[in-house]
């Protein structure tokens, strides 16, 4: 099946410090969406990917679909409490109706 | 509007027993996904459905079955519990495969298998 991997597995960073993640797969991906999940809670969208080299912001997010179509990055720029959690990317390499691909998350800790 | 709704939130199983998880959208959305979450290790697909009497395997479907008899119902079926199947479990539905707005998840019912 298909395989995302997804880096760094963990972060610990200050307050105000910009972050980034990516992820790369296995195969070609026609999607990439990435996640954020909080404790107790399903991931909630933050940012859709559907073209290759296509750049995205969400406020201070920001994602691109790899122009290869078999990565993505997540940046946030200067990181705040709140943005404490875990960022999945997922994807998909054919029409989507067979589910989502996600990645081992990467899990974003913020020291004040 | 409640979105996707799971019921229970927990739940604790003894290594034998059946249970179903419920899972119910108020979105009138054709597809319907269940995963499942185990610690540091994603989401993998159980089961999915793109619409009413129509469901398919995803990538981990053993020891599990679903039904889909009206659009907004997809509950998962656990016929003998196995400590295996310890895991958060997420439900999810969206309108159309590849949709700008992404799946939307309901919060997870944690099952333990003791």
């Known amino acids: 099946g298909q395989q995302l991997n997804q880096s760094p597995q963990s972060m610990f960073i200050q307050e105000g410090e910009d972050v980034s993640m990516n992820c790369t797969s296995s195969?070609?991906?026609?999607?990439w969406l990435w996640y954020k999940q909080e404790p107790g809670e399903g991931p909630v969208l933050l940012i859709a990917?559907?073209?290759?080299?296509e750049l995205t912001s969400n406020g201070r997010l920001t994602a691109q679909f790899g122009i290869t179509r078999k990565d993505s990055f997540l940046n946030i720029s200067a990181s705040i409490p709140s943005d404490v959690g875990i960022y999945f990317c997922?994807?998909?390499?054919?029409?989507?109706?067979?589910?989502?691909?996600f990645g081992k998350g990467t899990h974003l800790i913020i020291q004040p | 509007n409640a979105g996707v709704t799971q019921t229970p939130k927990f739940r604790i199983l003894k290594i034998g027993q059946s249970m179903t998880l419920q899972c119910t959208q108020d979105?009138?959305?054709?597809?319907m996904y269940w995963y499942r979450q185990d610690p540091g290790m994603g989401l993998k697909l159980i089961y999915y459905?793109?619409?009413?009497?129509?469901?398919d395997k995803g990538e981990v479907p053993n020891g599990y079955n679903v039904s889909r008899s009206t659009t907004e119902d997809f509950p998962l079926r656990l016929e003998l519990a196995a400590p295996s199947q310890t895991s958060v479990y997420f439900c999810?539905?969206?309108?159309?495969?590849?949709?700008?707005?992404?799946?939307?998840f309901g919060s997870g019912t944690r099952l333990t298998v003791v």
């Open positions: 999810a539905s969206s309108y159309i495969p590849n949709s700008p707005s992404g799946y939307t």
């Open positions: 997922a994807g998909n390499s054919g029409g989507g109706a067979d589910g989502l691909t």
């Open positions: 990917l559907y073209k290759a080299g």
């Open positions: 195969s070609i991906f026609n999607t």
């Open positions: 459905s793109v619409g009413a009497g129509i469901t």
């Open positions: 979105m009138n959305h054709n597809y």
